[in-house]
C-alpha cells in the first residue's frame, strides 16, 4: 500500500516547538515534491508548505514563513515540517501528501497531491 505515515504531533503551549515527521511506505519521494496541509475541526484544508524533489524549492503560507520549515531526506524517504513559535491558531490535524511540483508563486491545492498520509494531531494550548 502507497502511503504516508505522520508522527510527532501532541501538546504543546503556545511558544513551544513540535517537529513533525512523514515515513513513505511502498514507494519513493526522490523525484516527487512534498506538501504539508493541515485541517482543524469544521474548517477547510490548509496548504502548510511544500517542498520541491531536491530540497532546494519551497513554500510557506502566510500564516506560518518565518515560524516553520520544511526539509527532506531523500535517503531516508521522509519528509520533515519543523514548527515554532506556535500559537493556539495551528492547532490542527497535520498530513502530508505528494505532488508533481512545488509552486513557489501560490497556495498549495489538494487537488495537485495524492498519497495522502492519515495525519498527526498537533493542540495548541495553555
Known amino acids: 500500500q502507497l502511503q504516508f505515515v505522520e508522527s510527532g504531533g501532541g501538546l504543546v503551549q503556545p511558544g513551544g516547538s513540535l517537529k513533525l515527521s512523514c515515513a513513505a511506505s511502498?514507494?519513493?519521494?526522490?523525484?516527487?515534491?512534498v506538501g504539508w496541509f493541515r485541517q482543524a475541526p469544521g474548517k477547510e484544508r490548509e496548504g502548510v508548505a511544500c517542498i520541491g524533489y531536491r530540497g532546494r524549492i519551497t513554500y510557506y503560507a502566510d500564516s506560518v514563513k518565518g515560524r516553520f520549515t520544511i526539509s527532506r531526506n531523500n535517503t531516508g524517504n521522509a519528509a520533515y515540517l519543523q514548527m515554532s513559535s506556535l500559537k493556539v491558531e495551528d492547532t490542527a490535524s497535520y498530513h502530508c501528501?505528494?505532488?508533481?511540483?512545488?509552486?513557489?508563486?501560490?497556495?498549495?491545492?489538494?487537488?495537485?497531491?495524492?498519497?495522502w498520509g492519515q495525519g498527526t494531531q498537533v493542540t495548541v494550548s495553555s
Open positions: 511502498g514507494f519513493t519521494i526522490n523525484y516527487r515534491a
Open positions: 501528501a505528494v505532488s508533481s511540483f512545488c509552486n513557489v508563486l501560490a497556495p498549495l491545492r489538494s487537488d495537485d497531491y495524492d498519497t
